[in-house]
Structures are given as C-alpha cells and as structure tokens.
C-alpha cells in the first residue's frame, strides 16, 4: 500500500544551524504535502507540492519535490526555537491523506 | 487558532461506556476526517466523509461509528472501547476537489481521549 518513510527519525539541532528532513516513497506520488505539529498541538499545513522538481520557499524554509516525484525534502535555515516540532510529509490519493512517520526537530538555545 | 471546533477537549471513558465526540467546521469544506494520532506516531487516518457521505474506512474496528448530519458536523461514537483506544483523536476538513486532493488539511486541536 501507500507508505512514505521519512529520515531522520530525530534531530537535535544548536541554534542557528541548518535542518534538512527527508521522505522517500518507493511509488510515485501524485503531490505530497508537508505539516507541522508543535509539541501538544494539532498538524498545521504548511505547503503542498505537485510538479515535478518543483521548489517552494517560506523565509526560511526550502521545500523540494524530487524529479521523479518519489522524494521530498524540508530544509530549515538557521533554526530558532520557534521551529521545534514534528515535522510530516503526506502522501494524498484522492480522499486520502497519509502521514509518514515525521521528524522530530529539537533546537538547543 | 483553528477554525475546526472540537469537543470535548479531554474525555476520560470507562469500557463499558458510551460517548461521542463532536467536530464542527465552517469553512465550506465537504470532506471531513477522523484522524488517531498516539504519542509520538503520525495521525492515522480513521475515516472519511466527502459531501456527507462515508468514502473511506480504514478497516476501523466497529467500536468506533462516525455519523457526518450535515457538512459542517462530525461525530464519533464511542462504545466498548479498550485501554489501547487511549489517543489524540483529531478531526480535520478540507475541500475535495473531484479527484487527486491538492487542498490542506484543516485540523482541529482535537480530543485527548483516555479509556480505563
């Protein structure tokens, strides 16, 4: 079935350094969006991807989607403290939205 | 803040009781979800409800029954539910666009459910 793995599992980052998370499918996959969970709280869209090698940013945030639409990256750009959180790629089909397992990012002040 | 209601925000159930938990949304959205998420797990998709009707059910055990009365509602009903069911349940809406989804998910803060 549909499945996305997602690397690394965790991440301790110092302030100010980069963070990359990465996710893989063995499929390819239609567009795959990217969600945000802050500690006790609710997955919040943060973009969704759908072309072929497309590239999004947000300030500091770099999304990629790979050529063959099997990959994904997020990368962070000197991190603050306001980005901990788990980070998801989802794969979507149709009605369905599946969450791969997440990063976890910890940043040390 | 979110703009998908969900109550109650915490729920302690015994296994012999019966419950409900409610979502609302009204943003116009037709396609509503029911998401379980465990402690450091992603969500996992429970069920699916486009234009009000049940288009996906992921093998849910039938303790668990949702009901879509109208676009803006969900519910699911709770009943002899086990120790493991114990989890964030989120609800979460979108608008489903006829075929490959390319809108967000909207989730609400969801329903901290613990079962003794």
């Known amino acids: 079935g549909q499945q996305v793995m997602q690397i690394p599992q965790y991440q301790h980052v110092q302030e100010g350094e980069d963070f990359t998370t990465y996710c893989n499918s063995s499929?390819?996959?239609?567009?795959i969006q990217w969600y945000k969970q802050r500690p006790g709280g609710h997955p919040v869209f943060l973009i969704q991807?759908?072309?072929?090698?497309e590239v999004k940013k947000q300030k500091r945030l770099t999304f990629q989607f790979g050529e063959a639409k099997k990959n994904s990256s997020l990368h962070i750009t000197a991190t603050q403290t306001t980005d901990v959180g788990t980070y998801f790629c989802a794969e979507t089909s149709y009605d369905k939205v599946i969450f791969g397992p997440g990063t976890s990012l910890s940043v040390i002040p | 803040d979110t703009e998908v209601t969900q109550t109650p925000k915490h729920l302690v159930m015994g296994m012999t009781n019966k419950k409900s938990l409610k979502c609302e949304q009204h943003?116009?959205?037709?396609?509503m979800y029911w998401y379980k998420q465990k402690a450091k797990k992603p969500p996992e998709l429970m069920f699916v409800y486009s234009y009000e009707k049940l288009s996906i059910n992921e093998s849910v055990p039938s303790r668990f029954s949702p009901e879509c009365p109208n676009s803006s509602l969900l519910n699911l009903h709770l009943h002899a539910l086990q120790p493991e069911d114990s989890a964030l349940y989120l609800c979460?809406?979108?608008?489903?666009?006829?075929?490959?989804?390319?809108?967000?998910?909207?989730f609400g803060n969801g329903t901290r459910l613990t079962v003794t």
């Open positions: 979460a809406s979108s608008q489903p666009t006829g075929g490959i989804i390319d809108s967000p998910l909207h």
């Open positions: 943003m116009g959205h037709r396609a």
């Open positions: 499929t390819t996959l239609s567009n």
């Open positions: 991807l759908v072309k072929s090698g």
